[in-house]
């Protein structure tokens, strides 16, 4: 059982990029097309999503983010990642791998959004795909969580196309568009076939 206690050293957040999506971590130079996706696809997002802080697509709360995703990436608990279209970079979507779990459980939780007018288009299942290798390979994880609302049909094609088994269902366990609501529970583990 050593492997479990072994100290995983601080990991800078990579680019990973292939022919379709590049993903890498966001900056301050992101704040722009980040909050004109979001503003724009904010109707497509909010039911699916915790509810918005009125001022969240502001400059200085997009400051805030950042302050609090390079802490996460410091203390190896979380790592952020802004999808782009690898084809001329236009940001498509955000991709988050959070609540980083060592010890015995070796765990973390995934998140996305795609931005309205880029949905659809495989954008996201390509990015779930990409990541999956610097979660048991790099980070040497041995599970990837997903919540997902019941009715979210995208959502859970997405992550039946990327590989995950759905393997329960949580009552009240998400408070998502301000209601405490159940959800679907799927995960990837690390010794799973990877498509
Ligand atoms: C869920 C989401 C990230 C998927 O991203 P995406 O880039 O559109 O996903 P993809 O195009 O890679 O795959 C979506 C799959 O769902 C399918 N799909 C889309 N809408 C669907 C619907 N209403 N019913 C059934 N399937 C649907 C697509 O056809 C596709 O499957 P296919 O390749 O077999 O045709 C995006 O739709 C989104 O941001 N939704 C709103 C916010 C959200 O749901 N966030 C996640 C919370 S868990």
């Known amino acids: 059982m050593e492997f479990l206690r072994s100290v995983v050293p601080f990991q800078p957040t990579p680019v990973i990029s292939t022919e379709t999506v590049t993903l890498r971590s966001p900056s301050m130079g992101d704040y722009q097309p980040w909050s004109e996706l979001r503003g724009a ?58 609540h980083v779990v060592r010890g015995v459980t070796q765990s973390c939780s995934l998140g996305y959004w795609m931005g309205e007018r880029f949905a659809g288009r495989g954008f996201m299942t390509a990015a779930v795909r990409a990541v999956i290798p610097f979660v048991f390979d790099t980070l040497r994880l041995h599970r990837l969580e997903a919540a997902c609302l019941p009715h979210n049909a995208a959502s859970i094609r997405l992550l039946e196309k990327a590989g995950f088994t759905r393997e329960g269902y949580a009552r009240r366990y998400l408070n998502i568009d301000g209601r405490w609501q159940d959800h679907l529970l799927f995960a990837i583990v690390s010794d799973d076939p990877r498509p």
Request: glycine fraction near 6%; hydrophobic fraction near 40%.
């Open 41 to 98: 696809s904010r109707g497509f997002l909010t039911p699916w999503e915790p509810v918005w802080p009125v001022d969240d697509l502001t400059r200085p709360a997009f400051r805030r983010r950042l302050r609090r995703y390079q802490r996460e990436i410091q203390e190896a608990t979380g790592y952020p990642f802004l999808v782009f279209r690898t084809a001329d970079m236009a940001l498509v979507g955000g991709l988050t791998l959070s």
